[in-house]
């Protein structure tokens, strides 16, 4: 089955301490994406990436870091910086990400919250 | 930088009523699309339009772009209870390559 993997599904976070969040994909796509979401908000881009070993800042990437050594896979690390963790944190690829045309297929999200 | 705004926030409606999401951005858009989120779901792509003033079908919904590129609107025609879950547009500018996500509607209904 293709698709975007991502875990896990629920994450306790302690204060202080930095937490990683998987993302992996089947589906051969050069793009990847992070966005996290909040009630009432919508989804807010934090990072991307077009190519591996190459990302860049979303609207709201305090406190977050990526990277991106294989095409396969995009994990997302929320450091202790951020403040504000308590989201729910969901992974998108797309085919190429340079075309102003693409649609996104998302995984199934991982909800974050601060112990 | 560039915001998309959906109205309303939440909305409920009986089964066999109509409804109705605006999506309003503060730049032109290359293109509009239109995710629906199922609750405790993850969203899933409903549509794309490009072109200034198209308008698609996909059975009981219709999608709009306005005239200026800045708007859309998605309809529902006789709801049901599978229709129920936060609708988002997104759209891309013409300078950046990410897409931006409007605020979303929440949709309930009930029989």
């Known amino acids: 089955d293709g698709g975007i993997t991502q875990s896990p599904k629920y994450l306790f976070r302690k204060e202080g301490q930095n937490v990683t969040l998987s993302c992996e994909q089947n589906?051969?796509?050069?793009?990847m994406y992070w966005y996290r979401q909040d009630p009432g908000q919508g989804l807010r881009l934090i990072y991307y990436s077009q190519i591996v070993n190459d990302f860049q800042k979303g609207d709201i990437a305090e406190g977050y870091s990526v990277s991106r050594e294989k095409k396969e896979s995009f994990p997302l690390t929320v450091t202790s910086a951020q403040k504000n963790p308590t989201a729910f944190y969901l992974c998108?690829?797309?085919?190429?990400?340079?075309?102003?045309?693409?649609?996104?297929?998302f995984g199934s999200g991982t909800q974050l919250s601060v112990l | 930088g560039q915001q998309v705004m959906q109205i309303p926030q939440y909305q409920h409606v009986q089964e066999g009523e109509d409804f109705t999401t605006y999506c309003n951005s503060s730049?032109?858009?290359?293109?509009i699309q239109w995710y629906k989120q199922r609750p405790g779901g993850h969203p899933v792509f409903l549509i794309q339009l490009v072109k200034s003033g198209e308008v698609k079908k996909q059975k009981r919904l219709t999608f709009q772009f306005g005239e200026a590129k800045k708007n859309s609107s998605l309809h529902i025609t006789a709801t049901q209870t599978t229709d129920v879950g936060t609708y988002f547009c997104a759209g891309y500018t013409g300078t950046a390559s990410k897409l931006t996500f409007g605020t979303g509607t929440r949709l309930q209904v009930t029989l």
């Open positions: 730049t032109t858009l290359s293109n």
């Open positions: 998108a690829s797309s085919i190429d990400g340079t075309a102003l045309n693409e649609k996104l297929f």
């Open positions: 589906l051969n796509h050069d793009a």
